[in-house]
């Protein structure tokens, strides 16, 4: 049964940080690209960031871009975004999955809320 499971996000003033965190099971991990996406009240999923597994390649939207880190440990099975220098409208909850064929289940997500 393949498990992601989103964990990290909280509560932070606009400017701040946080690092979130996906730790899957139940795939192989190392051969998978991933990406994160968020979806804010209201509104649909957004691409945010993505990750190849061989050549470690990154991409990003224009709007983290800059901002925003990915990165993955093999080992561990997980994967990271570390956010800066975040902005209310960064508030959502963001969700990780595989870039290529996305699983149908998802996390539940990990909530983000950018607010002074």
């Known amino acids: 049964e393949v498990q992601l499971v989103e964990s990290g996000g909280g509560v932070v003033q606009p400017g701040g940080s946080l690092r979130l965190s996906c730790t899957t099971s139940?795939?192989?991990?190392?051969?998978?690209?991933m990406t994160w996406v968020r979806q804010a009240p209201g509104k649909g999923l957004q691409w945010l960031a993505s990750?190849?597994?061989?050549?470690?390649?990154?991409y990003y939207a224009d709007s983290v871009k800059g901002r925003f880190t990915i990165s993955r440990d093999n080992a561990k099975k997980t994967l990271y975004l570390q956010m800066n220098d975040l902005k209310s409208e960064d508030t959502a909850v963001y969700y990780c999955?595989?870039?290529?064929?996305?699983?149908?289940?998802w996390g539940q997500g990990s909530q983000v809320t950018v607010s002074s």
């Open positions: 990750i190849y597994n061989k050549n470690r390649n990154t």
């Open positions: 139940g795939f192989t991990f190392s051969t998978s690209a």
């Open positions: 999955n595989r870039l290529l064929r996305p699983f149908a289940s």
